[in-house]
T-cell receptor, first 113, second 113 residues
Framework: GNSVTQMEGPVTLSEEAFLTINCTYTATGYPSLFWYVQYPGEGLQLLLKATKADDKGSNKGFEATYRKETTSFHLEKGSVQVSDSAVYFCALSSFQGAQKLVFGQGTRLTINP | DSGVTQTPKHLITATGQRVTLRCSPR?????VYWYQQSLDQGLQFLIQYYNGEERAKGNILERFSAQQFPDLHSELNLSSLELGDSALYFC????????????FGAGTRLSVL
């Protein structure tokens, strides 16, 4: 079946540091890939997405590139801020009559000033 | 604000009881999804409804059931509750049944004592 594996957290960085959160997936067919973010006490918000190989999703300074050859969708940001502290979820979706999101386990990110 | 409304925000109940969680989708969205987020299982898809009909089932226990009403709001019923059912339950909605972006509510936190 489909699955998503994220790097283990928690991750703690200083403000303005470079961020990478690794995500790899296993899926049949050609899934769409997503990064969702969950701020404390809130629901999940879509951060970015990519629907086909070599697509790059970007939003709020975050980027991720759909790499089919390595089955990866790593999240990056060049300079993190304290406000980026949250839990980040990588997810995939493949349409097989219906859409189900399959999530990774989540990575808790804390940015210190 | 995603536009998806979940009530109640918190629910505390005892083992063996039954509860109902409610979700109002974004205006115009026909699909509703339910997810369970727990410490040991992570975020798991439970069930999807599209325009009143069940569309997809995930890891939903037989003690759990859901429905989508003509006004498109949805309810998730959890019965014979066990301690292990304590979790955050999210509802999401999307425009269609296929590969559309899912927008998440803030969740209902269920505590079974």
């Amino acid at each position: 079946g489909n699955s998503v594996t994220q790097m283990e957290g928690p991750v703690t960085l200083s403000e303005e540091a470079f961020l990478t959160i690794n995500c790899t997936y296993t899926a049949t067919g050609y899934p769409s890939l997503f990064w969702y973010v969950q701020y404390p006490g809130e629901g999940l918000q879509l951060l970015l997405k990519a629907t086909k190989a070599d697509d790059k999703g970007s939003n709020k300074g975050f980027e991720a590139t759909y790499r089919k050859e390595t089955t990866s969708f790593h999240l990056e940001k060049g300079s993190v801020q304290v406000s980026d502290s949250a839990v980040y979820f990588c997810a995939l979706s493949s349409f097989q009559g219906a859409q189900k999101l399959v999530f990774g386990q989540g990575t808790r990110l804390t940015i210190n000033p | 604000d995603s536009g998806v409304t979940q009530t109640p925000k918190h629910l505390i109940t005892a083992t063996g009881q039954r509860v109902t969680l409610r979700c109002s989708p974004r205006s115009g969205d026909l699909s509703v999804y339910w997810y369970q987020q727990s410490l040991d299982q992570g975020l798991q898809f439970l069930i999807q409804y599209y325009n009143g009909e069940e569309r997809a089932k995930g890891n939903i226990l037989e003690r759990f059931s859901a429905q989508q009403f003509p006004d498109l709001h949805s309810e998730l019923n959890l019965s014979s509750l066990e301690l292990g059912d304590s979790a955050l339950y999210f509802c999401a909605s999307s425009v269609g049944a296929g590969l559309n972006i899912q927008y998440f509510g803030a969740g209902t936190r269920l505590s079974v004592l």
